[in-house]
């Protein structure tokens, strides 16, 4: 008998065994009971055509299940089966509640790979959104499976799904049972999250994502209260910055959800690092989330519903607080000063009762502590204070009188306030501006003689002399208050500037006056807020413009420019409700026009009258006034008024005119010398009928699109021409398409071509050329194309290249008073792209083939297309135009210069790939550009040269060692670079310094000039060689010594040293040839912080004493008297 191969089990083993059979064989007995009441459904026609379906789910269910308990590497595919199963919708009930079972009974998920465990996620997901009151039938088991399954998860794409069952756990209400630490615990061990995603991610998740999920895990239920708080409270008093940010915004987002019930126990903890943080941190941040959860603990707090028994948290909360920080309000100087007020503020803008609370024990003594401090100082950060808590009164809006605090202090606050805004300091009168301005929104805080005295101090401060600041601020606080007030500012405000502007017509004119004129002006604009008070302040400016119109010298076209420049706010403003726009547009559009055509037939009867109305820039400055007044007109409205003012241009219907007796008729589209005046109010026109919207008719349109054609191919006034091209350009925009507009157009072409041709007119057919090209880009019209080739045939013109390449910039920016989407003309979306694609290519290949002196137009016009172009755009376009732009940088055109540095400036910062390919060339423009006579072209050249340095730092340190040495350009100096009037080309060098002092002698070395031992001396670059006199100089710039050769504009300097971003450098001739080695040469000058010392090794003089150079790649300084270069 053998006894060793095989062993028995033990009576135990089999009973085990036995059980398990046992098991099995009820479960098998189960599905085959299952199946055959399936297929016994599916007999008795019960199961409704899916029993067959149901069968083989239940089957694939039961095997999947079995297979969980074979070999672990049964398990990936077993858990794909299971997840498809999930999503069936013949899964019979009972089956989803198995399979889990099943997962939490067979399988370890955290020994799985990544992928494998997001499996089991994904079930636990697909059950829960479609078995839902199946799996809440298992009770908390379900939720320590999961628990179970989750515990020790890594991966972050698994975390994000696992975080979104738990808020779906407790969102929908599963049963934690006792288990609520433990998914606690299996959460926020996450907390703070600090994963750093790798680079090139292709899942794209990111620390935020997490760390926004886990947030709103934690902060999704009040049964994680006793655990969180203790969690957030040690990690607000931990060093690392990132930890107390979290902690402190899942602390707020906490409050949302918790109530009194759940902070009490740890409100004393919480108050003292919440305190501690906005005491003692240096980081605003820190600051600002700190301040965030006092505001929502105490909004938590005042959310809570109190019975007679219960203690007022916030009540004590509140007291805590006030106890801490009420005593630094008294120390206007001290530190805490701020952070205290920060605290109180935060804390009493949480709630109406938090705001009675804290405001009844602040405010009175921030007004007793303004009168025991005189400093403006002092006072002005009390006011401050005083400020933030008279904001919160105004977030909460109207109280009643017993309720509110502020009411019973309204007249000392009063007084506080006025008193500032007589005070001498105007940085306490601003403070003081903007606390009336809180104190007047609160309605029925301020008394009538009260609102009398705000009005007097608003003017008295709009009117200030001494100070801009202020006469800016009162204005802006008229404007708002006047909305709210009409009836006092109409009546008190209003006529107290109009007396101002009489006087002042009284008066002699001197330059005080007329900026208290212009400053009235400016209030009248600002405070015409409301309706009432524009049916006020309109007659007034009207009638002081008939006033100042009569003059004739150049002060009076100034006063007429600053009249326009207010009515054009003032129309601004009214374009937001329709009764003042219509008001406005029916009191201005007249009485402008009126003025204009009796100024322009004076001219022609007596020419010195009405010259001043008569001007471009005044006529320039009431185009704007009538094209606001004219664009948010209804089409209604608007019909009626064209109605008018086109008879009156074609016709000269002056009927609808005020003070219509003018001496003779108006004609301005008749020929005559003596009707140039009235030729030139087609500007007004213009205005008008280019503003109005798109389907409003125009009366006798196609005769006045004749008659603006003719008077801009025939007019020899530049401005009249050039308006009647804008306004006839303006109306072929918005004409519908058709056979008018087809003819229209092919009479335009037919001035235009032959005037192009030869004759004294050229340059108007140029210019209507240009308008009308610019109406059919802009719409997409098919002549678009003929009229842009035509144009791009201009380039090649000696005499109209130049204006013609100009013209580009006008057809790629925006104009601002015709042809642009405020005054409803026809803009296609993407326009500019169209023209790019279109025209550019045309451009380029005319370059290639243009003779050397008209080149300059077709870099010109590329640049002004490109300058235009969106950016985006413009960088996939790059590679094939980078070199025309560098070549662009070498013509002598200024306007090709900095329009082609303009575009340059975005890219170097947008495609640094590109550009660094060019990074040589780049710099050497750049170089050359900095010494430009042009202001504009140096400090764009610098603008473009400080943004090399965000190319890559082996890229740019050839450019930064050169911008740090060469700082001279062929005797300009340094001043040419910096001048002392300017300093943006001083910010820009500043940041090339610091980018050179940034990087170490050995990033930089090897991009310093090397030595040319063909000469005596040391070259900026290998192979130059110095000039005949080899002169060099010292230069001293922004702190920086640097050498320069003047005779070639070339750097006289060694190979690399630490010094050259440090102190600057002193280049060293080789010694002579007849003198010894351990002979030292004469001392040399002194150019460093330190005793030069001569060195044995080299023979030339060390700037750090006691260092050999030769070895160690320190810097040699000249001997005295030897000239740097020479030949």
């Known amino acids: 008998m053998r006894t060793g191969g095989c062993r028995w089990p033990l009576p135990e083993a089999r009973g085990v065994m036995a059980a398990a059979r046992a098991e099995a064989e009820a479960e098998a007995q189960a599905a085959v009971t299952a199946l055959a009441v399936s297929v016994r459904d599916f007999v008795t026609g019960q199961q409704d055509g899916r029993a067959a379906e149901v069968a083989a789910v239940l ?13 672990h590497l049964v398990i990936p595919s077993v858990l794909q089966g299971l997840r498809a199963l999930s999503m069936c919708e013949v899964l019979s009930p009972g089956l989803a509640v198995s399979v889990l079972k099943a997962i939490f009974q067979e399988v370890h998920v955290q020994s799985l790979l990544q992928l494998d465990r997001h499996t089991v996620y994904s079930i636990i997901t697909n059950f829960m959104g479609t078995r839902e009151e199946e799996l809440k039938g298992l009770g908390a088991d379900f939720t320590f499976g999961f628990i179970q399954v989750m515990d020790g998860e890594k991966d972050p794409r698994n975390l994000l799904v696992a975080f979104q069952i738990v808020r779906d756990l407790i969102a929908k209400n599963y049963a934690l049972g006792p288990f609520v630490e433990e998914l606690f615990e299996v959460t926020s061990c996450y907390f703070p999250i ?16 997490l760390i926004l999920s886990l947030r709103a895990v934690l902060a999704s239920t009040p049964q994680f209260a006793e655990f969180l708080l203790p969690l957030l409270i040690e990690k607000m008093d931990s060093d690392l910055q990132s930890a107390k940010l979290d902690a402190l915004q899942t602390l707020t987002a906490c409050c949302a959800i918790y109530g009194q019930k759940e902070l009490q126990e740890f409100l004393p903890s919480l108050w003292s690092s919440l305190r501690r943080e906005v005491f003692q941190t240096a980081s605003e941040k820190v600051e600002a989330e700190s301040l965030a959860a006092l505001h ?4 938590c707090l005042s959310r809570s519903v109190l019975s007679s028994d219960t203690e007022d948290l916030l009540d004590s909360f509140l007291s805590s607080i006030l106890q801490d920080c009420r005593h630094h309000l008294c120390e206007p100087d001290m530190k805490l000063v701020w952070p205290s007020a920060k605290i109180l503020q935060a804390a009493a803008g949480a709630s109406l009762r938090a705001c009675h609370h804290i405001t009844r024990s602040v405010l009175p003594l921030l007004l007793e502590q303004y009168t025991k401090h005189p400093q403006s100082s002092q006072r002005r950060t009390i006011l401050e204070m005083l400020l933030g808590f008279l904001e919160l009164q105004q977030k909460w809006g109207h109280v009643e009188e017993e309720e509110s605090t502020l009411l019973s202090l309204q007249a000392p606050v009063c007084s506080v306030v006025f008193s500032a805004l007589t005070d001498p300091s105007v940085q306490l009168q601003l403070v003081g501006i903007r606390a009336l301005t809180v104190l007047g929104s609160l309605r029925g805080f301020l008394s009538p003689s009260d609102l009398e005295l705000v009005v007097d101090h608003l003017i008295r401060l709009a009117l200030c002399e001494e100070d801009s600041q202020s006469s800016e601020a009162a204005m802006e606080a008229a404007g708002s208050l006047a909305p709210i007030y009409p009836k006092v500012f109409s009546g008190r405000m209003v006529p ?3 007396e101002e502007l009489q006087s002042e017509q009284e008066e002699e004119s001197s330059c ?28 007034v400016l009207l009638q002081h413009l008939r006033k100042v119109q009569k003059g004739s010298d150049a002060g009076s076209a100034q006063d007429i420019i600053s009249v326009c420049q207010s009515l054009h706010r003032v129309a601004l403003r009214c374009q937001q409700d329709a009764e003042s726009c219509w008001y406005y547009h029916q009191a201005v559009v007249p009485c402008l026009l009126a003025m204009a055509v009796q100024a322009a037939m004076q001219e022609s009867t007596h020419p010195p009258l009405g010259k001043a109305l008569l001007q471009e820039e005044v006529l320039a400055a009431m185009v704007p006034v009538i094209s606001a007044a004219t664009t948010h007109l209804s089409p209604e409205l608007a019909a009626q008024s064209v109605s008018h003012v086109v008879p009156l241009f074609l016709n000269g219907e002056v009927s609808f005119l005020p003070q219509n007796s003018f001496p003779c008729s108006f004609q301005p589209f008749q020929d005559g010398e003596c009707l140039e005046a009235q030729r030139r109010l087609v500007a007004l026109l213009m205005a008008f009928v280019c503003s109005l919207p798109r389907n409003v008719a125009i009366p006798q349109q196609e005769w006045l699109l004749r008659e603006l054609l003719a008077l801009s191919c025939s007019c020899n006034c530049p401005f009249t021409a050039t308006t009647a091209a804008k306004c006839f350009a303006g109306l072929v925009n918005k004409h519908p398409a058709g056979q008018q507009l087809d003819e ?9 071509e032959p005037g192009l041709a030869e004759g004294l007119h050229r340059t108007q057919a140029l210019t209507l050329l240009l308008w009308v090209t610019k109406a059919l880009v802009l719409r997409y019209h098919p002549l678009s194309s003929h009229l842009t080739d035509k144009l791009l045939g201009l380039l090649s013109d000696t005499e109209l290249g130049p204006a013609a390449a100009d013209g580009f910039s006008l057809l790629m920016a925006e104009s601002p008073d015709v042809l642009h989407k405020g005054c409803h003309a026809d803009v296609r979306i993407m326009f500019r792209q169209r023209f790019f694609t279109d025209n550019v290519p045309k451009l380029v290949q005319g370059f290639h083939g243009a003779g050397p002196d008209v080149k300059a137009n077709y870099l010109k016009g590329l640049s002004h297309v490109l300058n235009h172009l969106p950016k985006p755009v413009l960088v996939t376009e790059l590679p094939t135009l980078l070199s025309l732009l560098l070549e662009a940088l070498s013509c002598s055109d200024r306007v090709v210069q900095l329009s082609t540095l303009s575009c340059l400036q975005p890219l170097l910062l947008e495609a640094p790939q590109i550009m660094s390919l060019h990074v040589d060339t780049l710099v050497t423009k750049f170089l050359s550009l900095a010494s430009s006579p042009t202001m ?3 400090i764009a050249a610098l603008r473009c040269a400080n943004a090399l340095t965000s190319l890559p730092t082996i890229v740019v340190s050839a450019a930064a060692a050169a911008w740090c ?8 100096g340094g001043a040419s670079l910096c001048p002392g009037d300017s300093q943006h080309p001083a910010l820009s060098l500043r940041a090339l310094f610091a980018y050179s002092c940034s990087h170490t002698k050995l990033e930089l070395s090897g991009h310093w000039p090397s030595l040319w031992m063909t000469r005596r001396g040391w070259c900026g670059r290998k192979r130059w060689q110095h000039g005949g006199n080899g002169e060099c100089m010292w230069l001293q710039l922004l702190g920086h010594w640097r050498v320069c050769d003047l005779a070639d504009g070339t750097i006289s300097v060694p190979v690399g040293s630490f010094w050259a971003a440090q102190a600057g450098e002193c280049p060293a001739s080789p010694p002579d040839a007849d003198r010894r080695s351990d002979q030292p040469p004469d001392t040399p000058p002194y150019y460093g912080p330190s005793e030069p010392s001569y060195c044995p090794v080299c023979q030339g003089w060390s700037l750090e004493a006691g260092r050999q150079h030769a070895q160690c790649d320190t810097f040699s300084a000249p001997p005295a008297g030897r000239e740097l270069c020479h030949l």
């Open 965 to 972: 040495l060469l700082l001279h350009v062929e005797g300009q």
């Open 744 to 752: 229209i157009l092919q009479l335009a072409v037919n001035r235009i």
């Open 194 to 209: 600090d994963f750093t995603p790798p680079p090139n991610d292709p899942h794209g998740i990111q620390r935020e994502d």
């Open 936 to 938: 504009a072209v140096r």
């Open 296 to 299: 929502a603990l105490s909004a």
């Open 496 to 498: 107290r500037l109009e």
């Open 59 to 71: 089957h694939l269910v039961l095997f999947y299940e079995n297979r969980l308990q074979d070999h």
């Open 512 to 539: 005080d006056r007329c900026s208290l004129r212009q400053r009235c002006l400016q209030a009248l604009a600002a405070v015409s807020t409301h309706t009432s008070i524009v049916r006020e302040t309109v007659p």
